[in-house]
């Protein structure tokens, strides 16, 4: 059986606003496909998820780029405790399994509960 504890999922986000984000640019740099409008994947599937989050035109842009985690929903805790013992921060708690946290410059990571309930199923 799978150690579960040992899986995780890691995506970068770039940050733009509407009118200045270029996800051409970055799929081409990173070597990446579409596969859906706001995204780019590695086509030999092994490096991260890429993605776009649209900032609102008011917003500053600072700290442009961020990573999210996604761990199964059971070690979601552990993660964040891990993180936060090291000198990480939560900077917001969404609920759910799902937790912002910065590190000491300010710089953000989400650790999130995977979406699809996957640790509420059995492994018989």
Known sequence: MADRSRIQEVQLAVS????EANLPFWRAVLG???MADDNGVDPLGHSSVMWAQELDEDKDLRHAMHIDVSVPREFVEARVAA???AGGRIVV???DGWRVLADASGN???VVAWPD???ETSAD
């Open 108 to 110: 953000k990571v989400c």
């Open 32 to 34: 990446y496909a579409a």
């Open 16 to 19: 733009a606003k509407p009118s």
């Open 93 to 95: 708690d969404k609920g």
């Open 117 to 119: 309930g996957a640790a």
């Open 83 to 85: 993180a936060v013992a």
